[in-house]
Nanobody, 119 residues
Framework: QVQLVESGGGLVQPGGSLRLSCAAS????????VGWYRQAPGKQRELVAA???????NYADSVKGRFTISRDNAKKAVYLQMNSLKPEDTAVYYC?????????????WGQGTQVTVSS
């Protein structure tokens, strides 16, 4: 079982930065792939960035070069550093953890944190 709690969202001006945190509890975090997703009003939820248990990462094209995902397994945390924010980055950001146990996929979500980019 993994529980996830996001924090760090808020209101920021275009060009500004925010750092989102995802705090996890549970025993499976270190073996889980973790992703940040976002969902804007009227749009589907999309993957923003992901980091695997070994540390490899991937990003949506729209955030490459601006966002950085990282993890600290000792602290059971994943971070999303967001720079050069744009109004189109406005969305609720969700943390997701995915792992496979005994052949069964397990998928966990946090409650989300609002990011608003506006002047």
């Amino acid at each position: 079982q993994v529980q996830l709690v996001e924090s760090g969202g808020g209101l920021v001006q275009p060009g500004g930065s925010l750092r989102l945190s995802c705090a996890a509890s549970g025993s499976r975090f270190s073996t889980s792939a973790v992703g940040w997703y976002r969902q804007a009003p009227g749009k589907q939820r999309e993957l923003v960035a992901a980091i695997r248990s070994g540390g490899s990462t991937n990003y949506a094209d729209s955030v490459k070069g601006r966002f950085t995902i990282s993890r600290d397994n000792a602290k059971k945390a994943v971070y999303l550093q967001m720079n050069s924010l744009k109004p189109e980055d406005t969305a609720v950001y969700y943390c997701n953890a995915y792992t496979i146990v005994a052949g069964n996929p397990l998928d966990y979500w946090g409650q989300g944190t609002q990011v608003t980019v506006s002047s």
